[in-house]
C-alpha cells in the first residue's frame, strides 16, 4: 500500500481502482495533496482499500486529508451504504459516537475581553468537569435517561438549559427520530449516567478563540462573524455510553457474521445487513448515543453561558449565540442520486463532518443561502476554521475533514514533550492552557497532529467546503 498505488485524478483527489484487489467492490479515494502524502500511514491506506469490500458501498471508499488509522474505518473515512441492500457498520461510525463540535458566537472583540482572558479561563476549567470518568452535577435517572436518548437537545433545553435557538442551529435539530433507547444496554446508560454537561478526555476540550482572518465576507456576515470577535467552541461527544453502544453491538455483530454469511477483510468492520433486526437495533442505539451526545454539548453550552456571565461585565454583552452543532462521528440515513438513481443510503462519517450546500432541506433557515457551516477544529494552540458547505461537496457525499489529523500517537506524544514545557511554549504566545494532567496535555501537542491549515486547504481546493473564518485560540480547557 504506497502512494504509487493511486492513480492520480487532480492536485487533490488520488484513486485506487478496485481491480487493485479482488474484493473490492468500489474503487478507493483520498482526498490529500502532495505535501499531505509523506505523512499518511501504510495501515491507514489498507484501511480504506478494506472499506471498500463492504457489501451495499456506493461509489468510492473515501479519505478525507486528515486521515489516519482507527478501528475498522480510517478515521476520516466516508462511505455510503445502499440502504435496502447494504450494511451498516459500527467501527464506521466510531466508539465516541456523535463526537462532534459546536460554536458560540459572542457580541464581544478581543480588545474588549483581553484583561478578563484569565479570569475566565479559570472559571471555565472550574464550571466544566473533564477527565477519564468524570461525572458532572446533572444525575439521570432511568425516566430522564430515557427521554435524553430519545428527544436529544430539545430535551435538555425543556429543562432550561438553553433556548429554542439553539435547536435549530443543531444537525439534525439535535435529536435523530431512529433513536430507540431500549436498544442502549443497562450497562451504557449507567455510564453515561451522571457525564451530562462533561469534556471527558483526550482531544476534547472547551476553547475561547477569536476570528483571526476572513476569507468570505459575506458569508461570515450571515453567520455574525467579524475580525477579533471572540467564540468559544466546545469539542466532546456521548462519552463513555456511546463506548459501551459500540462495543455491546460490535460483539453481537461479530457472533453473527457466519449466519449472515458476511466475509471480512479485517473483524474491525463487523457490520450487519442493514435489513436485519441486530442492524435496526445498533441503528436505534447509536442514534440515542447521538441524541445523548448533543445534549452533553448542550448542557456544557449551558455551563459556559453561565460562566460568561459571572466574568464579563454586562456591559460589553452576555449573548452567546450557538452558530452550528456538527457531529463527526456519525451514521445518517439521506438520499443521494447515483448511477442515474435517486437512492437511499445510510452515510458513515468517522473523523469527517457533514458539509451540507445552500438550499439542502435539512439547514436552518438563515443557512438555506451560505450553505452549512462546517466546524474544524485544530490541534491544541493551533487554528481552527469554518467553512460552508459547497454543491461541488456532492462528490463525497458532502462530507469534509474534521480537524487536523494525528500523525503520532498518543504514547509517542507523550515521549516527545514535557507537557509542563509545552504549556509555557504556549503561554508566551498568549495562550492559556487549563488541564489536570500534564500527560493530557504532551499527548495533544501541535507536533502530534498534520498542519491544520494545509489540511483545510485541500477540503477547500477539492471543492468540498469553502473557507469563511480562521480562528486562533486564547484559552485552551483540556479534556484529561
Known amino acids: 500500500?504506497?502512494?504509487?498505488?493511486?492513480?492520480?485524478?487532480?492536485?487533490?483527489?488520488?484513486?485506487?481502482?478496485?481491480?487493485?484487489?479482488?474484493?473490492?467492490?468500489?474503487?478507493?479515494?483520498?482526498?490529500?495533496?502532495?505535501?499531505?502524502?509523506?505523512?499518511?500511514?501504510?495501515?491507514?491506506l489498507e484501511q480504506l482499500v478494506n472499506m471498500a469490500t463492504l457489501p451495499g458501498i456506493q461509489?468510492?471508499?473515501?479519505?478525507?486529508?486528515?486521515a489516519h488509522m482507527g478501528y475498522g474505518f480510517l478515521i476520516g473515512g466516508v462511505a455510503a451504504m445502499d440502504y435496502k441492500k447494504?450494511?451498516?457498520?459500527?467501527?464506521?461510525?466510531?466508539?465516541?459516537?456523535?463526537?462532534?463540535?459546536?460554536?458560540?458566537?459572542?457580541?464581544?472583540?478581543?480588545?474588549?475581553?483581553?484583561?478578563?482572558?484569565?479570569?475566565l479561563a479559570d472559571e471555565l476549567y472550574r464550571s466544566i468537569p473533564s477527565g477519564v470518568g468524570r461525572g458532572g452535577k446533572v444525575k439521570l435517572?432511568?425516566?430522564?435517561?430515557?427521554k435524553v436518548l430519545t428527544q436529544g437537545v430539545k430535551q435538555v433545553v425543556s429543562q432550561g438549559y438553553g433556548i429554542e435557538d439553539d435547536i435549530k442551529h443543531c444537525e439534525a435539530y439535535g435529536s435523530l427520530e431512529s433513536a430507540d433507547s431500549s436498544k442502549v444496554s443497562d450497562r451504557a446508560k449507567t455510564r453515561?449516567?451522571?457525564?451530562?454537561?462533561?469534556?471527558?478526555?483526550?482531544?476534547?476540550?472547551?476553547?475561547?478563540?477569536?476570528?483571526?482572518?476572513?476569507?468570505?465576507?459575506?458569508?461570515?456576515?450571515?453567520?455574525?462573524?467579524?475580525?477579533?470577535?471572540?467564540?468559544?467552541?466546545i469539542h466532546t461527544g456521548s462519552r463513555g455510553l456511546g463506548h459501551q453502544v459500540c462495543t455491546d453491538w460490535v460483539r453481537t455483530f461479530n457472533q453473527k457474521l457466519p449466519e449472515w454469511g458476511i466475509k471480512l477483510p479485517d473483524r474491525e468492520l463487523a457490520c450487519a445487513p442493514i435489513n436485519t433486526p441486530e442492524a435496526q437495533g445498533y441503528l436505534g442505539a447509536m442514534s440515542a448515543a447521538a441524541n445523548f451526545a448533543w445534549?452533553?454539548?448542550?448542557?456544557?453550552?449551558?455551563?459556559?453561558?453561565?460562566?460568561w456571565k459571572r466574568i464579563i461585565p454586562a456591559s460589553l454583552g452576555h449573548d452567546l449565540k450557538l452558530i452550528y452543532d456538527v457531529a463527526h462521528n456519525m451514521g445518517k440515513i439521506e438520499e443521494y442520486e447515483i448511477n442515474g438513481k435517486r437512492i437511499k443510503v445510510i452515510v458513515h462519517r468517522k473523523g469527517a463532518t457533514r458539509a451540507f450546500p445552500p438550499g439542502n432541506p435539512e439547514l436552518a433557515e438563515d443557512y438555506q443561502k451560505t450553505g452549512q457551516p462546517v466546524l474544524i477544529p485544530g490541534s491544541m494552540g493551533t487554528a481552527s476554521y469554518i467553512l460552508a458547505g459547497t454543491e461541488s461537496g456532492e462528490e463525497a457525499f458532502f462530507s469534509s475533514c474534521h480537524g487536523a489529523g494525528r500523525t503520532m500517537s498518543r504514547r509517542a506524544a507523550k515521549r516527545a514533550v514535557r507537557g509542563s514545557d509545552l504549556i509555557k511554549e504556549l503561554a508566551k504566545k498568549g495562550i492559556i492552557v487549563k488541564c489536570r494532567s500534564w500527560a493530557g496535555v504532551a499527548e495533544e501537542a501541535p507536533l502530534a497532529y498534520k498542519d491544520v491549515d494545509q489540511v483545510v486547504d485541500v477540503v477547500h481546493n477539492a471543492g468540498l467546503a469553502q473557507k469563511v473564518v480562521r480562528l486562533v485560540p486564547l484559552a485552551v480547557i483540556k479534556g484529561e
Not at 492536485?11 to 485506487?16: G, K, S, T
Request: hydrophobic content about 35%.
Open 1 to 44: 500500500m504506497i502512494k504509487q498505488n493511486f492513480k492520480k485524478i487532480n492536485d487533490y483527489v488520488w484513486e485506487i481502482p478496485k481491480s487493485f484487489r479482488h474484493d473490492m467492490r468500489v474503487p478507493a479515494r483520498i482526498y490529500t495533496s502532495e505535501t499531505i502524502w509523506e505523512g499518511i500511514e501504510e495501515k491507514s
Open 86 to 119: 447494504g450494511v451498516i457498520s459500527p467501527g464506521g461510525i466510531g466508539f465516541d459516537i456523535n463526537c462532534g463540535i459546536r460554536v458560540l458566537r459572542s457580541d464581544v472583540d478581543f480588545s474588549s475581553i483581553k484583561s478578563h482572558l484569565p479570569q
Open 141 to 146: 435517572d432511568q425516566k430522564s435517561m430515557n
Open 59 to 66: 461509489k468510492y471508499a473515501m479519505a478525507m486529508p486528515d
Open 192 to 233: 453515561g449516567r451522571d457525564q451530562l454537561g462533561t469534556l471527558g478526555s483526550g482531544n476534547h476540550f472547551s476553547e475561547v478563540q477569536k476570528v483571526d482572518t476572513i476569507f468570505s465576507t459575506e458569508i461570515a456576515e450571515k453567520f455574525g462573524l467579524r475580525e477579533g470577535q471572540i467564540v468559544i467552541m
Open 295 to 307: 445534549s452533553n454539548r448542550q448542557l456544557i453550552t449551558h455551563l459556559v453561558r453561565q460562566a
